[in-house]
C-alpha cells in the first residue's frame, strides 16, 4: 500500500524531535521533508536539532528546510524556560556541524503540493503557523491541495500555556494563525495543549520505559530534561506533557483521539490579557460557520502505547 506522505513543519525543540521520530518510525507514513521555523529556539538551531535527531533515529532522511526566522508581525520570543538554551536541554545531544538544504521552508512546500495530486499531501505543524500563513499569502490555491493541515496549537477547550488563554505556538505567531484560519482551507485540525494533559502525561514509570526502550527513546527523554524539571515545579512530580508528540499521535494515529469537534474559531490579536488566545465557539453564539477541528482530548491509554510503540521500532 502506497504510504501517505507528510510534511513536518516545526521548530524544533525536544518535544519537536520526539514528534519526528515517531512520524520516520511509522511505516505507514513518508516524511517527505522537514521545515523549519522560529519558535522554540531561533530556525538555524531548530534545523541543527531535527538533523540530529533524524540522524540518531538511523531510519530515512527527509531534507530539512529552514523557513521563517521571524515572525509575521510580532518579535520572535524563545522558549528556554522549557526546552533549554539549545531547544534540546543543553546536554550536548545535537551536532552542531549538520546543516540544513540548500532552498527555502515556504517555496519547498509549494513546490511539492503543485507537484502532487489534490489531498496527496499532508501537512502537520509544531510550530507557530508562519511558514503556512505565507505560503498561503504566496499561493492560496496551492495550499488548498493540501490533504489536511494538523496544527499543535490552541489552549483547545482549556486553559494556555503562556497566559490563561493562549498556547505558545499560536501565542508565538497569532497574525499567522489568523491567515490559516481564513483561507478556506479544510480541513484545519487544532490538537490544543489540553490534549497533553492529566491522564496523558507521561508519569516516571511511563517516562523510563521510552529511556529504557531504544537509542532514540532516550535520546528523546534525555532531551527534555528543562521540561522535566519545569514540571517538578509546576506539577508537583516527575511528569512530561508532551503536546507535540500528542498532535503527532492525533494525525497518524486517530484512532487515539477521544473528543474531536468542528467549530467556528478566531484567533485574538489585540494586545490584551487574551491576545493569542483561540475563541472556540463552543456552544455556537456566532452562527458563523465551523472552521476548524479541536482535538482536546485523547485516549490516553492507545496515544501513550503508540508513542512507546514507534519509539522503540527501529531497535526491532
Known amino acids: 500500500m502506497e504510504k501517505k506522505k507528510i510534511i513536518i513543519d516545526c521548530d524544533g525543540g ?36 531535527m538533523r540530529t535527531t533524524i540522524e540518531v533515529n538511523d531510519t530515512y532522511r527527509p531534507e530539512v528546510y529552514v523557513g521563517c526566522d521571524e515572525m509575521l508581525v510580532r518579535d520572535w520570543v524563545g522558549a528556554a524556560e522549557t526546552h533549554g538554551e539549545d531547544g534540546m536541554g543543553d546536554l550536548d545531544l545535537v551536532d552542531e556541524s549538520l546543516i540544513p538544504d540548500e532552498g527555502h521552508a515556504v517555496y519547498k512546500i509549494l513546490e511539492a503540493l503543485r507537484n502532487a495530486k489534490d489531498k496527496q499531501i499532508d501537512i502537520i505543524t509544531l510550530g507557530p503557523l508562519t511558514n503556512i500563513a505565507l505560503a498561503i499569502r504566496l499561493e492560496p490555491e496551492t495550499m488548498k491541495k493540501v490533504g489536511r493541515i494538523v496544527v499543535m496549537g490552541t489552549a483547545g477547550l482549556g486553559t494556555g500555556n503562556v497566559s490563561p488563554a493562549a498556547e505558545f505556538n499560536i501565542w508565538q505567531d497569532p497574525d499567522s494563525c489568523k491567515v ?12 490544543g495543549w489540553d ?3 492529566d491522564e496523558a502525561m507521561f508519569e516516571e514509570d511511563e517516562i523510563r520505559k521510552i529511556s529504557q526502550g531504544s537509542q532514540i527513546g532516550k535520546f528523546c527523554i534525555d532531551s527534555n530534561i528543562v521540561l522535566l ?14 503536546a507535540d508528540p500528542a498532535a503527532m499521535a492525533a494525525a497518524l494515529y486517530p484512532e487515539c483521539i477521544d473528543q474531536c469537534e468542528k467549530y467556528y ?11 493569542g488566545g483561540v475563541l472556540v465557539d463552543r456552544y455556537h453564539f456566532s452562527g458563523k460557520k465551523e472552521n476548524a477541528y ?5 485516549k490516553p491509554d492507545l496515544y501513550k502505547k503508540y508513542v512507546m510503540d514507534m519509539l522503540k521500532r527501529n531497535e526491532e
Open 14 to 49: 525536544s518535544d519537536d524531535a520526539m514528534a519526528l521520530a515517531m512520524a520516520l518510525n511509522d511505516e505507514r507514513y513518508e516524511v517527505i521533508m522537514v521545515t523549519i521555523v522560529s519558535g522554540n529556539v531561533r530556525s538555524k538551531q531548530a534545523a541543527i536539532n
Open 180 to 191: 490559516l484560519l481564513d483561507s478556506g482551507i479544510d480541513p484545519i485540525v487544532f490538537v
Open 195 to 197: 490534549a497533553c494533559l
Open 229 to 242: 524539571k519545569m514540571n517538578r515545579e509546576r506539577f508537583k512530580r516527575d511528569c512530561l506533557d508532551m
Open 265 to 275: 474559531c478566531e484567533v485574538e490579536l489585540n494586545h490584551g490579557p487574551s491576545y
Open 294 to 298: 479541536i482535538c482536546s482530548k485523547l
